[in-house]
């Protein structure tokens, strides 16, 4: 939810900022712009839409590559359309002082009274120009501009990062956080400030993790840290151990489809060494014991979108393996209906970025009630595994497109190892029992392999339904979930009006859209063992098949009932019924990309999304 950049060294900053935008596009793309200090004078660049207008008005002002000081931003709209004068940069009224922001300000509305009341004429309709004038008038009275941004975010309320230049600091940018990421980077000369450490893996992998509410100042001599009294304090440093090749599109046409071929790996790397002896998971950060795990009475899954899918699978494992209530929540709703929360209740939140804020105030609202909160996370050090008891990180490595796709099987491999966790350690399952789903699980990367080779008729298929105008997702049990998760992404790819219902809720209502043609896509469960599960589906095929819909079957290598019964049908390797969603979800993944792609849409960026969501 808006990318930010600030640096100060011996390069062109316009080559250092432009470079983190682009890295950072995933963030937003509604529009882009920098400030620049050039010999104590600001000058500013701003477009609506994609980095490459902001790309095209920078070289036609001959590339703006004198300055060695400057911040960047890309934005997804909040407060105001995304236009020219929306785009950030915002300026004080004298042109000195120059404000980014990614966050909303919730009191804006008075202090934008309190300015104008001042005779402040504002030139957007953004609650960042706030910070702008506000920051000009504590420096116009003399503070020095780290002081003046310690003032300025006194008086704030709601969620921000925020990078400021001033014409009276030439050589330095000054940041500050709260509820909103901030990573400093440490160079040699040369200091960054981004909101992901993508920004700047380029130029160092030594970087600064600031914590909630700190102000961070850097100069091409060093950087230094207070929180909003002005008190010294440290960041916590970490070393950054991910490639910079791993933010390039290595080849592939999309991020999406790099992303997607990379889930055997992904999914891998996840479950590596991540078992004791005794049965239990390796946590990678753990203020929980084990017998804070037996103390548990009752579960709380708690995430957005695709990260809720995913919770939405983990509740059926871990209610069958752990036999205790498990419910999952859409984080935005979860604290506004007043959970029933005490101390032996586990709230495991599950967030890709580790920064959504809907999960964050979900995970606040828990420890508040003193419930103990594990975080299933791919990013190290963000918010959300901070601020949580337990956390253990899925390793997918950086995921740069919008639609989640690698991130949710390693979600998926992250829960069962939670969900055998628990198991082990309150004695349901003994340690060869855990071993036996262990081993299973190890054997999935190398079946997620095989679907995704064999995913050329998915891909003639989604081209050939390029013309659909809807589609329908059908599963049961752990099916279900993967439904929703198919439609998500076909909603968010080809932004096409697409459903995911639990297959035996189409009689009661949704069978009705049901016409000629309709696709409707059906993730069947394994003949093997629940058969009644596989009996039930099947009839739902024929419900729907005798109302004309064109029916595209997931299903079991070797289940040939299904086939006469559908038009098309795709199948994955065998695997238990819990496990199956790691197969099953791939070739939804592929049928959006590709429907989408046909559709000539942008399938790593598509419209009026941002890959992590920032504001509530
Ligand atoms: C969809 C997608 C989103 C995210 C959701 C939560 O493809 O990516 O639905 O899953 O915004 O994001 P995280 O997991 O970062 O909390």
């Not at 939670?418 to 082990?424: I, M, S, Y």
Request: charged share 25%.
């Amino acid at each position: 939810m808006c990318g930010i950049v600030g640096y100060a060294g011996p390069k062109p900053a316009i080559d250092v900022v432009n470079e983190g935008l682009r890295r950072l596009e995933y963030r937003g793309y509604d529009s882009a712009g920098v400030a620049l200090m050039a010999d104590g004078e600001i000058v500013t660049e701003k477009r609506a839409g994609k980095l490459s207008n902001l790309a095209e008005a920078v070289a036609a002002r001959g590339g703006m590559t004198g300055p060695h000081v400057g911040i960047g931003h890309t934005r997804w709209a909040t407060h105001g359309a995304p236009t020219d004068r929306n785009a950030h940069p915002h300026v004080s009224v004298d042109g000195r002082t120059a404000v980014i922001h990614n966050g909303i300000i919730e009191n804006f509305a008075q202090l934008r009274a309190e300015l104008e009341g001042d005779g402040v004429e504002f030139t957007s309709d953004t609650d960042t120009e706030c910070v702008a004038h506000l920051l000009a008038r504590e420096v116009g009275q003399g503070v020095d501009l780290t002081e003046g941004m310690r003032r300025v975010c006194r008086r704030l309320q709601g969620a921000f990062t925020l990078l400021a230049v001033h014409g009276d600091a030439p050589g330095t940018v000054v940041g500050a956080r709260r509820n909103s990421p901030l990573v400093a980077g440490v160079g040699d000369g040369e200091y960054f400030l981004a909101s992901d450490v993508a920004a700047f893996i380029r130029h160092t992998r030594e970087a600064i993790e600031l914590g909630q509410d700190q102000v961070v100042t850097i100069t091409a001599d060093g950087y230094s840290i207070t929180d909003f009294e002005g008190e010294p304090t440290d960041g916590t440093p970490f070393h950054v151990d991910w490639d910079a090749s791993a933010a390039e599109k290595n080849g592939y046409e999309y991020f999406m489809l790099k992303e997607i071929a990379e889930q055997p790996r992904a999914v891998a790397d996840t479950l590596r060494g991540r078992f004791d002896v005794g049965g239990g998971i390796i946590l990678d950060e753990v203020r929980m014991s084990d017998q804070d795990f037996r103390d548990i009475d009752k579960i709380f899954i708690v995430a957005c979108g695709t990260s809720y899918h995913a919770g939405m699978v983990a509740k059926y494992a871990i209610e069958h393996w752990v036999r205790l209530p498990c419910e999952v929540e859409l984080a935005s709703e979860f604290r506004y209906r007043d959970p029933v929360l005490d101390r032996s209740t586990m709230v495991i939140v599950i967030s890709q970025s580790g920064e959504t804020m809907d999960t964050l105030m979900a995970l606040r609202h828990a420890r508040t009630q003193k419930a103990r909160v594990l975080a299933i996370s791919n990013t190290v050090g963000s918010t959300i595994p901070r601020e949580s008891d337990a956390v253990l990180y899925t390793r997918a490595g950086i995921e740069v497109a919008v639609a989640s796709t690698k991130a949710f099987l390693t979600q998926l491999a992250a829960c069962y190892l939670v969900g055998l966790h628990l198991a082990a350690v309150r004695g349901i399952k003994y340690v060869d029992e855990v071993a036996a789903v262990v081993a299973e699980l190890a054997e999935t990367p190398e079946k997620i392999a095989t679907v995704l080779a064999g995913m050329e008729p998915v891909r003639e298929l989604a081209k050939r339904m390029g013309t659909a105008d809807r589609a329908l997702f059908i599963g049961r049990h752990v099916g279900y979930p993967v439904a929703l998760e198919g439609a998500l992404k076909l909603k968010e790819l080809a932004y096409m009006h697409a459903e995911g219902f639990a297959a035996g809720e189409l009689k009661h209502g949704p069978i009705s859209l049901i016409e000629e043609g309709t696709p409707v896509v059906v993730v069947v469960p394994s003949p093997r063992g629940r058969s009644l599960l596989h009996d039930k589906v099947l009839s739902n095929i024929q419900e729907v098949k005798a109302r004309g819909a064109t029916v595209i079957a997931i299903a079991e290598d070797g289940d040939d009932v299904v086939a006469p019964h559908v038009d098309h049908v795709v199948f994955t390797p065998r695997t238990s019924t819990l496990l199956a969603p790691l197969l099953t979800a791939l070739p939804l993944q592929v049928f959006a990309c590709e429907l989408a792609a046909a559709k000539g849409h942008d399938i790593d960026q598509p419209r009026n999304l941002a890959k992590s969501v920032t504001v509530e």
